[in-house]
């Protein structure tokens, strides 16, 4: 079943188009992973799904019950962000935020929900815990925690690893995949990293000098995914 279709897309900013022609769509349950060099409009992408900033052209729509306010989101960190004083139960909390309505208080099942999560990304014994003082690979958990607090459905993540250690990046990917694999999430990341885009998604969309959409079987035989393991000295796996 579909719930996001995007087509003939023209993106960018201050009038300046960064990508056009882009079209795509996502089935509830993919892992979709969005590709591309640096400054490509991977990112400005993303905004526009979320609605933060129109489409100079094409179109944007959510289907099979799924609302723009639904989507989970896990944006890249500034500095300031990552010294954020809240505790780990506050900011997980606060992805109930869209739930309340016209309510200003959080109930049980938002408290409920908000503890499901925690417990799910291994961090209940840090519930009390300033953010500011966790590791980056812990202060992840806890935005990933927050996004799957305000849905279900699609989660859509920006470059989630980033600055990471390669054994924690591990096991992020991990836990992404198990959000995917075992929970149903639909997963929209923005990856830099080509070679783990290929190990763990189902579809590739490649953008930039040149556009792809599709499975992850037919990118590793594309003229851009070919280019790019010629250039690691390998090839897609």
Known sequence: MEQLTCSNLTLGYEGRPVLSGVSFSVNEGDYLCIVGE???GKST???????????MGGTIAFRNGVRANE??????QTAVQKDFPATVREIVLSGCQGRLGKRPFYGRKEKELAALNMEKMGLTAL?????????GGQQQRVLLAR????????LLLDEPVSGLDPKVTLEMYGLIERLNREDGVTIIMISH????AV???SHILHVGHETFFGTCAEYRKSPPAL???????????
Do not use: H, V, W
């Open 193 to 196: 990293d080509i070679a783990a």
């Open 71 to 76: 989507i989970g989101y896990l944006p890249q």
């Open 199 to 201: 190990q763990y998604a």
């Open 127 to 135: 519930e009390g815990r300033s953010y500011r003082n966790l590791s």
């Open 147 to 154: 996004a799957l607090c305000a849905t279900q459905k699609i």
């Open 227 to 237: 280019r790019f393991f010629a250039s690691e000295g390998g090839e897609a796996q």
């Open 38 to 40: 640096n400054g490509s």
């Open 45 to 55: 992408l993303m905004k526009t799904i979320l609605g933060l900033q129109k489409p």
